[in-house]
Each structure stands twice: as structure tokens, then as C-alpha cells.
């Protein structure tokens, strides 16, 4: 059983005196940086000269480019999209990369599958946080956090431990809860989960039903209400209490189908293809993939993306949430 780590575990002290470099203020850059500050720790902002440049200034933090800003800290904190950290470590980071430096991130991506090869004599950590970063700022404003997950790859100072459960304490996530794990098991199961289940997985399985249903006669209206809308009610249920819960809170009827129909459409078959994905994310053939589509200019996310926006499922979930308060 995995040791579950909390506030008493760790100590911001470890970060005393040192600058933390947040490079990205996209909504997890924000996040983190203003939860650290928050907690009395020296942030500073490294970000090309876009509206998120613009964004920090006005949030109150120092700014300045990324090569600036890698140059002036002890801890670089990268919080950008997974395809663009291999160029930007290589062209603003790398060459400011010495002893004494921590180089950190929240998902393990690119040092799992050696996008970024950092020199030896750095620490190498990951504080990663178990949410949305809208949730995550919410639960910290409260007085409480996220759970959270803390790595280390690298650690020839001797205190990368520590200085990676400091930034967890200071963006609140031990409060809630910390798991050590390894980078590749974050990684392996953080892409897993989105490929297969919270992402992947769940939409195409929305999506099938709500056709399933249009297709024959039923209104999209109707339809959109059954396989999308009530989904989010039904994994409040299970977040606060388990399937129990959600089974406890639901008719005998629908816990009925559940059991009898469910591993009809999630069969032997379906854990399978979960295997082939899983095999395909740990031996690196994913990220080959996925990072040759980026490479490429995403034609392929993009052409995607598009279909979706038009896909009558996308439509009519736009005009109900137009309708309801809900949206507001």
C-alpha cells in the first residue's frame, strides 16, 4: 500500500531563498504560480510575448522571457503543452541548466520518453497535481487542495525529495494528499486513464449512445439529456462515495441494467484493446506517434477537432446549455 503523504511531511522551508521560475502561465502555470506565492515562496514568470505575458504582469508577477527567467532561477517549473517542451528546453532552457538547478514539470512525458535529456549533475523532479487547474485554485482559495503526485528522476544534490513535497505544500496538495510514484508510472497511467477512460473512452462511449438513439428516431434533445447531460450527476455520485454510493442514490431498475447490460458493452473484447493501448503507451510508440503529429503541424488533431465541432451530439449540447441556467 502506497504511503499517503501530507502537510506534516513536508516543509516549504526548502524553498527558502530560492527562485522559482514558472515557465507557461497557461491555466496550470497560473495556478501553480499563484498557489506558491500564496504560500510565500519567490515566483517568477518565464513566457514568450502573448496575452499570457501580458496576463502575469497584470496578476502581479515578475515576468520576463523564458531563457531570462531559466538563467535567474533555482527551480524551473515547466508548465507548458507536453509538444512544446523538448524545443523550448533545447533552445531557452538547456543552456542554462548547472549544478544546484532543479528542472521540474507536472506530467513526465518528455523525460520518460528522453524529448528533454537533462545533464546529470541537476535535479530532476514532478509535482503533479490530480485535477483540473480550476478546481485545483478553487480548493486552495478554501483552505484545502488536490491530491497530488511527487516524482523523482534525478537527484545528485541530495534534496530533490524535499524540495519537491515543499512545492507540493505550497500549491496546497498535501493538504488533500500526496502519493511518490515514479515517473514512468505517472506518465504510463496518466496517458492511460486519458486514452482509455476520461477522455477517450468516455466520449466515444457518449457519443455511440447518444446516435444510437438519434439514429433510431429519438430526439437529439432526449438523447443528449440520457448519454451526456445526467453523466456528470452520476460521477458526483461516485466521486463523493464510490459506485455504492451512486448505485445506493440510483433506482433498483437502472442498478439492474447495469449489471446485466453493462459487461455487454464493455466486454473481454474492449480490455483487450486496453492492454494493445497500454503496451503501445509504455514502449514509447504512442509518443513516437503523437509527437510526429505535432511535428507535422497536427493536421490530424486539428481535422478531428473540426468534426467534432460539428458533430450533431456538440450541437445540440450547445443549444440545451444556451437554454438552461446551468450554463451560467
Excluded at 485535477?131 to 491530491?147: I, Q
Excluded at 508510472?185 to 477512460?197: A, C
Amino acid at each position: 500500500m502506497m504511503k499517503i503523504y501530507h502537510d506534516k511531511d513536508a516543509d516549504i522551508a526548502h524553498l527558502e531563498g530560492k527562485t522559482v521560475a514558472v515557465i507557461g502561465y497557461g491555466s496550470q502555470g497560473s495556478t501553480q504560480a499563484k498557489c506558491m506565492r500564496d504560500s510565500g515562496v519567490n515566483v517568477i514568470i518565464g513566457s514568450i510575448k502573448d496575452a499570457s505575458f501580458d496576463q502575469a504582469k497584470e496578476d502581479g508577477f515578475e515576468v520576463m522571457s523564458i531563457s531570462e527567467a531559466a538563467e535567474k532561477a533555482d527551480v524551473i517549473h515547466m508548465l507548458l503543452p507536453d509538444e512544446y517542451h523538448a524545443p523550448v528546453y533545447s533552445n531557452e532552457i538547456e543552456k542554462h541548466m548547472k549544478d544546484g538547478k532543479t528542472l521540474s514539470c507536472s506530467h513526465g512525458f518528455n523525460i520518460v520518453y528522453n524529448q528533454i535529456v537533462p545533464p546529470e549533475d541537476v535535479n530532476v523532479i514532478m509535482v503533479a497535481p490530480k485535477a483540473p487547474a480550476t478546481e485545483e485554485r478553487n480548493a486552495f482559495v478554501e483552505g484545502f487542495g488536490v491530491p497530488g503526485l511527487v516524482a523523482v528522476e534525478q537527484n545528485p544534490n541530495g534534496d530533490a525529495k524535499d524540495i519537491a513535497f515543499a512545492m507540493a505544500k505550497a500549491m496546497g496538495f498535501t493538504r488533500a494528499g500526496c502519493i511518490e510514484c515514479t515517473f514512468e508510472q505517472e506518465t504510463y497511467e496518466d496517458l492511460f486513464g486519458e486514452q482509455n477512460v476520461l477522455c477517450g473512452g468516455v466520449v466515444d462511449l457518449m457519443t455511440a449512445g447518444f446516435e444510437v438513439l438519434t439514429e433510431a428516431g429519438y430526439p437529439p434533445e432526449m438523447a443528449y439529456f440520457e448519454c451526456v447531460h445526467e453523466l456528470k450527476l452520476i460521477v458526483d455520485l461516485i466521486f463523493k462515495g464510490g459506485v455504492q454510493r451512486m448505485n445506493a442514490d440510483i433506482s433498483n431498475t437502472a442498478e439492474w441494467g447495469e449489471y446485466v447490460n453493462g459487461p455487454k458493452i464493455i466486454d473481454a473484447g474492449v480490455k483487450e484493446r486496453m492492454k494493445q493501448s497500454l503496451k503501445a503507451i509504455e514502449d514509447g510508440s504512442f509518443a513516437k506517434e503523437w509527437m510526429k503529429e505535432c511535428k507535422n503541424g497536427a493536421p490530424n488533431l486539428l481535422a478531428k477537432r473540426k468534426a467534432l465541432g460539428e458533430h450533431l451530439m456538440e450541437k445540440t449540447g450547445k443549444r440545451i446549455r444556451d437554454m438552461f441556467e446551468f450554463k451560467k
